[in-house]
């Protein structure tokens, strides 16, 4: 990388990168991904999957996540006040898949545990962050939501899974023509 590609362009400051733009450059870090559960007011389980997830506080004990304003699942949630923040292991592509995808039933076929919070408990995760709804802040298409942690739930040392641009796992450019994962952007998650 030189200094001249670092360099804001001088005849142009207004310009803004294009949401492509946007997906291709921020694909460049890495995150983990996680699974936001709740129970709906109808006690309905939802979820959705999530690479937008921070660590904020530690006194008190706080986290953030994101989610778009297109999902159907986050509404649902905000109405509950109460979500968990489920982590995922890098063996749990079916989870990712499961909750990633607008289509099909979530829940369907899934051992789950309901916890002491009222939130569904994904079983098998690396770690679990049991919260109450806290802000919500608007910003652009999303909202960043940030939750007061009730609980936290640990399991065993395993790989992380990884989000790195547009694909599960941290591999080799893709081929020419490939595509990124459908759920990868924010489409179908929140």
């Not at 008190?60 to 996540?65: N, Q, T, Y």
């Not at 829940?107 to 789950?112: A, I, P, R, S, T």
């Not at 939501?145 to 899974?161: C, H, K």
Request: charged share 20%; aromatic share 8%; net charge negative.
């Amino acid at each position: 990388m030189t200094a001249e590609s670092v360099a804001a362009p001088e005849t142009d400051v207004a310009a803004s990168p294009t949401p492509p733009q946007m997906r291709r450059a921020m694909g460049a870090f890495a995150t983990g991904v996680t699974v936001i559960t709740g129970l709906a007011v109808d006690r309905e389980p939802v979820g959705f999957a999530c690479q937008s997830f921070a660590s904020v506080s530690l006194e008190p004990p706080l986290v953030l996540f994101c989610a778009g304003h297109k999902g159907r699942t986050w509404p649902r949630i905000r109405a509950s006040g109460r979500f968990c923040v489920n982590v995922l292991a890098e063996d749990q592509t079916d989870l990712c898949t499961r909750f990633g995808s607008g289509e099909g039933r979530k829940y369907e076929g899934l051992d789950w545990d309901l916890s002491r919070w009222d939130t569904p408990s994904l079983r098998g995760v690396l770690m679990r962050a049991h919260a109450e709804v806290s802000e919500v802040h608007v910003a652009g298409d999303h909202d960043v939501v940030i939750g007061r942690v009730l609980q936290l739930e640990t399991a065993d040392e395993e790989r992380p899974m990884l989000f790195f641009r547009g694909r599960l796992g941290v591999h080799e450019e893709p081929a020419a023509g490939s595509a990124p994962l459908s759920w990868g952007w924010g489409n179908h998650w929140g």
